[in-house]
């Protein structure tokens, strides 16, 4: 406009067109459900179908397990097995950087599975397999877009919006978090390199009124 009204050559407005826009900073911290969502989230589907068993197996093991698609796609039934007397996935993960972790399994997580394996008698390989419209289990695996496909089926029943797979994950961070979970248990929990990358997770930022050090024990009687 400026160079249509005289105010700018035309030399100096086509290389101000050039100049490209400034980068955005920040990091898209994405969604995260409170515990009464996230129940309601597994809980939507049917549990006595084959595909509900399967369907609230894997939303359960994202949810609490914090599982990325991909391993939530590459389970196995042998990979749960049971360390310190608590179920886990000791499949060691790799999380970034090539960082290994071990996941733990809350035992409802571990029932829900077994009640989908065992009606699908599903006794090694893949934990999820494909179910098809007749109700019966067929194929090897599933794939990471059917994930994608079952969260945001169960989100839009539950009248979630816009929820994506990855977004599980950060809520289990973050429902770990508000039950008093370490910051460092979650983040082998997640499989993170940097406490940072945990921080964005959860949504952390520092709280200045009642400080974390305003009363610690130390500071005078009155």
Not at 8 to 36: C, M
Not at 57 to 65: G, I, K
Not at 111 to 137: M, P, Y
Request: aromatic share 6%; proline share 2%.
């Amino acid at each position: 406009m400026g160079a249509d009204s005289g105010l700018l050559s035309a030399d100096l407005a086509a290389g101000i067109r050039r100049v490209k826009g400034l980068k955005k900073l920040g990091v898209r911290l994405g969604n995260w459900l409170t515990a009464d969502q996230s129940q309601r989230l597994w809980q939507a589907p049917d549990g006595e179908r084959l595909k509900g068993k399967r369907d609230r197996a894997l939303l359960a093991v994202m949810l609490a397990c914090a599982l990325r698609r991909h391993e939530a796609v590459d389970l196995e039934v042998e990979h749960i097995q049971q360390r310190e007397e608590h179920w886990a996935n000791v499949d060691d993960l790799k999380g970034e950087g090539g960082h290994m972790r071990t996941i733990p399994m809350p035992s409802w997580v571990k029932q829900i599975l077994d009640d989908w394996v065992v009606a699908v008698n599903v006794r090694s390989g893949k934990l999820f397999r494909r179910v098809n419209r007749t109700g019966k289990a067929w194929g090897d695996n599933i794939t990471e877009k059917a994930v994608w496909q079952i969260v945001r089926e169960y989100a839009a029943k539950a009248g979630f919006d816009k929820l994506a797979p990855h977004d599980l994950r950060r809520t289990c961070a973050r429902l770990c978090h508000a039950a008093g979970g370490e910051l460092e248990q979650i983040q082998f929990l997640l499989g993170h390199v940097s406490i940072q990358t945990t921080e964005r997770y959860l949504g952390c930022k520092q709280r200045i009124r009642s400080a974390v050090n305003d009363r610690i024990g130390i500071e005078p009687v009155l």
